[in-house]
């Protein structure tokens, strides 16, 4: 579905940030991209839904390719991006106006647009905040209101680049737990996080470490096989715990279920 084949990126000659990168993510998948900072993880984002362009090799979603501008508009349509800081995203005064602006943007036809302002807010439980200026809104109020208007493009994949790094334990469970909605609902999902935690509601994850892809495959391995202290990243809240506290491996791999479960689908 999306084919990155041996991409490469640098934003100065000679500097790659993006090397040889190759991995498919399938339809209605869930990703982890992690990674040390500077490892290229956000530039890997904006590669994903033709922000940026590789500079070398290509990237491919379901049959368009993001070399091609016309092409990349239709990516652009189907990938929504969500950044960390809410703030950054916000253009208009109001929550209705920033769903409206993004749904005007791809020309969503205009008795069309109601429905969908209304479908996004209660996607994400803001339906009492239509009319609210971003100020007046909590950190995890505003996350979701940068949710409400990508999902009311209707993407078919969608990438959260450090959407919960900013808010707090509840606004980030809120996230997380819309997250998993969505990815219920058939939407592929790739989170890039710092938090090991996070990791263990997706199904994948993917390494990155100087700019190079190093690691692909399900969270458990990852968690047994990576040294994660070599790569900047820190071990689960619920592992780390059970390591002070002395428990064995079979306590610890326990708990880390039972962290998961917190986010699971099944
Ligand atoms: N607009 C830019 N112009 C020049 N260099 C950039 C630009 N954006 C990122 N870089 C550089 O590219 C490299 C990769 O950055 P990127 O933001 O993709 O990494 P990251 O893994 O997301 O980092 P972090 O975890 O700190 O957010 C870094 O060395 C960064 O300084």
Do not use: C
């Amino acid at each position: 579905m999306l084919v990155f084949d041996q991409v490469g990126y640098y934003y100065r000659r000679g500097q790659e940030v993006v090397k040889k990168v190759s991995f498919t993510i399938e339809k209605g998948e869930f990703v982890s991209i992690v990674g040390g900072n500077g490892s290229g993880k956000s530039t890997l984002a904006k590669l994903m839904n033709g922000l940026q362009l590789a500079k070398q090799g290509s990237v491919v979603f379901d049959k368009q390719t993001a070399s091609d501008p016309d092409q990349a508009r239709n990516i652009r349509k189907a990938i929504g991006l969500v950044f960390q800081n809410p703030e950054d995203q916000f253009i208009t005064t109001n929550v209705t106006d920033e769903i409206v602006f993004g749904l005007e943007n791809i020309r969503v036809p205009a008795d069309e647009i109601a429905a969908r302002v209304r479908s996004a807010l209660q996607a994400v439980g803001l339906e009492r905040y239509a009319d609210a200026a971003p100020h007046e809104l909590s950190g995890g109020q505003k996350q979701r209101a940068a949710v409400a208007a990508v999902i009311a493009m209707r993407p078919r994949f969608i990438v959260f680049d450090e959407a919960t790094s900013m808010l707090d334990p509840e606004g980030r469970n809120e996230l997380m737990q819309l997250m998993q909605d969505f990815h219920k609902q058939g939407i592929t999902i790739v989170q890039i996080t710092h938090h090991m935690d996070e990791v263990l509601a997706s199904r994948r994850v993917l390494l990155l470490d100087q700019s190079e892809l190093v690691f692909d495959g399900p969270p458990d391995r990852f968690f047994r096989e990576v040294p994660l202290e070599t790569y900047g990243l820190e071990q689960p809240f619920a592992v780390r715990i059970g390591q002070q506290l002395g428990w064995s491996g079979e306590a610890t791999a326990d708990w880390k279920g039972r962290a998961a479960s917190q986010w699971s689908t099944e």
